[in-house]
């Protein structure tokens, strides 16, 4: 793949154009001559196409170390790529194949000499921070940097986060949670004689969901897969990666910062082998570990035959129900999600008479839910 010699310093594994297949960025230290980063293109048939240029990712800087992460949760990967001083580079991926460097208008250039850094979502407000290490030199005014997320995608230093009295030379940095209270606390790698530091998070205000993968058809640990939380139809995505920026690797637990939210409305696991798992009214404040196939696949009906669905597909909306093999004696109660997550009806179920009409939605695919206090039961309905 590389013909050239370069000052290669750090890598990821990510799907950028998300067609199913993981491509590699490599990131070069000392910007001379031909060192410019590279993005290789993963054919699907063992092989891969340099395409640095046509992605706008062929960067020539004095790259230290990527990380990974959908931070405006649109559905694609962005890179942040720490730097020296002519500032780091946050690059906002386009959805098109391309990418553009926003670090200047989002205020994350830092603009010091930086190492490693790691997406969080510090304070659990359903927002994706950034923490940035590095050196504390008589030119570089930032050893190093805590943005926090407004909300909006811009990002500001705030004042009294608790790394003020950081004066380190920090090469690395990933986040856990060493006292499983769902907040990610940070550990950061510092140059000897500096001992290294543990950045415990004291935020305790907002509800969390911490999720763990593991494979079976896919790799063990489930990486390259993506984890969707979705609540009224809005998603928070994660992209699960093995190594993590410099010379480090984050806790194998996915962090959801939940605000006020009191449940997942629906948690989305796209596996890297196509199987996806798919779960409803996920409770909030736990640690959840699914293994791959273990619940509804989208790909597959619901076997259980304790409720029939027709015609399914439907060209009309309308969807019939053979309810004979209910237990009459209980009452159920039936809800309706679209592909995203979005609760679009709710009603009890008339065990006598009992239908659905999707005609006034689009055509798609609609995960029915029927439950009562006994059982609940699953189905994937195609409206066409």
């Given at each position: 793949?590389?013909a050239?010699?370069?000052f ?7 799907d950028?154009d998300?067609?199913?297949w993981?491509?590699?960025y490599?990131?070069n ?7 410019r ?8 048939d063992g092989t891969?196409t340099?395409t640095?240029?046509i ?6 800087i004095d790259?230290?170390?990527?990380t ?7 559905g694609?990967?962005?890179i ?8 780091n580079a946050f690059?906002?991926?386009n ?8 670090a200047l208008?989002?205020?994350?250039l ?6 490693g850094?790691?997406f ?5 407000d359903?927002d994706?921070?950034?923490y ?8 570089s005014p930032?050893?190093?940097a805590?943005?926090?997320?407004d909300?909006?995608?811009s990002?500001?230093i ?8 950081d004066?380190a030379?920090?090469?690395s940095?990933?986040?856990g949670?060493?006292?499983n ?16 530091f543990?950045?415990?998070?004291n ?6 969901l911490k999720?763990?993968?593991?494979g079976?058809t896919?790799?063990?640990?489930g990486?390259?897969?993506?984890i969707?939380?979705y609540?009224?139809?809005v998603?928070?995505?994660r992209?699960?990666?093995a190594?993590e ?8 637990y996915?962090?959801f910062?939940?605000g ?6 629906m ?6 082998s196509?199987?996806?798992d ?5 409770a ?5 570990t ?15 035959n304790?409720?029939n669905?027709y015609?399914n597909p439907?060209?009309n909306?309308l ?11 209980n009452?159920y109660?039936?809800?309706?999600y ?8 709710e009603?009890?179920?008339?065990l006598v008479d009992a239908s ?11 995960f ?5 206090d ?5 189905k994937?309905?195609i409206?066409?």
């Amino acid at each position: 793949m590389i013909a050239k010699v370069t000052f290669r310093f750090c890598s990821a594994f990510f799907d950028y154009d998300n067609d199913g297949w993981q491509d590699i960025y490599i990131v070069n230290d000392k910007a001379v001559g031909e060192n410019r980063n590279i993005m290789y293109h993963n054919n699907g048939d063992g092989t891969f196409t340099d395409t640095s240029f046509i992605t706008n990712t062929d960067l020539d800087i004095d790259a230290m170390s990527t990380t990974i992460c959908d931070y405006d949760n649109d559905g694609d990967l962005d890179i942040y790529i720490s730097n020296t001083f002519d500032g780091n580079a946050f690059m906002q991926n386009n959805g098109n194949g391309t990418f553009t460097n926003i670090a200047l208008t989002n205020n994350t250039l830092m603009e010091s000499f930086a190492w490693g850094s790691v997406f969080l979502d510090a304070d659990n407000d359903m927002d994706t921070d950034l923490y940035v290490s590095g050196f504390l030199t008589s030119a570089s005014p930032l050893p190093s940097a805590f943005y926090e997320n407004d909300g909006t995608g811009s990002f500001t230093i705030p004042s009294s986060a608790g790394f003020e009295n950081d004066d380190a030379m920090s090469f690395s940095n990933a986040i856990g949670d060493i006292d499983n209270d769902g907040y990610p606390d940070i550990s950061v790698l510092n140059f000897a004689p500096r001992n290294n530091f543990l950045f415990k998070n004291n935020n305790s205000t907002n509800n969390y969901l911490k999720v763990k993968l593991e494979g079976t058809t896919s790799n063990r640990d489930g990486i390259g897969s993506w984890i969707q939380a979705y609540n009224n139809g809005v998603p928070q995505n994660r992209y699960t990666l093995a190594g993590e920026g410099y010379t480090a690797q984050n806790s194998n637990y996915e962090f959801f910062g939940l605000g006020s939210e009191t449940k997942v409305d629906m948690l989305k696991i796209t596996w890297l082998s196509g199987i996806v798992d798919v779960l409803f009214d996920v409770a909030v404040n736990q640690s959840l570990t699914i293994v791959e196939g273990s619940s509804l696949s989208v790909d597959e009906f619901d076997v259980s035959n304790l409720i029939n669905v027709y015609p399914n597909p439907s060209k009309n909306g309308l969807f019939l129900f053979n309810t004979s093999k209910l237990d009459r004696n209980n009452e159920y109660k039936i809800t309706v999600y679209d592909s995203l997550g979005k609760l679009i009806l709710e009603k009890d179920l008339n065990l006598v008479d009992a239908s659905i009409n999707l005609e006034k939605y689009n055509k798609g695919i609609y995960f029915l839910q029927v439950k009562s206090d006994k059982q609940t039961i699953v189905k994937k309905l195609i409206y066409i």
